[in-house]
């Protein structure tokens, strides 16, 4: 069986998909966790457990060389929030 090939443009595309995907289900454990909202304390307490959590696990065999499309892209919401139009 030969092995699939992928353009970069395609890879570029699957990581930004797997990020948005990732940001989704943060924003979806945060809203069923926390109905009434989370604080700054508590979100920082997830942080840095979650920063321990990355470190314990060791660097990543997965290399992530492509630039994301959006990167410098400021979301609708951000938008708002800083008054912009």
Same mark, same amino acid.
Not at 24 to 39: D, K, R, S, V, W
Not at 50 to 61: D, I
């Given at each position: 069986m !030969?092995? /699939?090939?992928?353009?970069?443009? !395609?890879?570029? #595309? +699957? =990581?930004e998909? /797997?990020y948005?995907?990732? %940001? $989704?289900?943060a #924003?979806? #454990? =945060? /809203?069923? %966790?926390?109905p *009434?909202?989370?604080? $700054?304390?508590? =979100?920082?307490?997830?942080? *840095?457990? $979650?920063? &321990?959590?990355r &470190?314990? #696990?060791?660097p ?5 060389? +492509?630039t994301?499309r %959006?990167m410098? /892209?400021?979301?609708?919401l951000? &938008?708002?929030l800083?008054?912009?139009r």
């Amino acid at each position: 069986m !030969e092995a /699939a090939t992928i353009t970069e443009e !395609e890879l570029e #595309l +699957a =990581l930004e998909k /797997a990020y948005r995907r990732g %940001f $989704h289900q943060a #924003l979806t #454990l =945060l /809203a069923t %966790f926390y109905p *009434n909202g989370i604080g $700054h304390t508590e =979100l920082v307490k997830i942080a *840095n457990e $979650h920063l &321990r959590w990355r &470190r314990e #696990l060791g660097p990543s065999r997965i290399t992530d060389s +492509a630039t994301p499309r %959006f990167m410098d /892209a400021v979301s609708p919401l951000e &938008r708002h929030l800083r008054g912009e139009r």
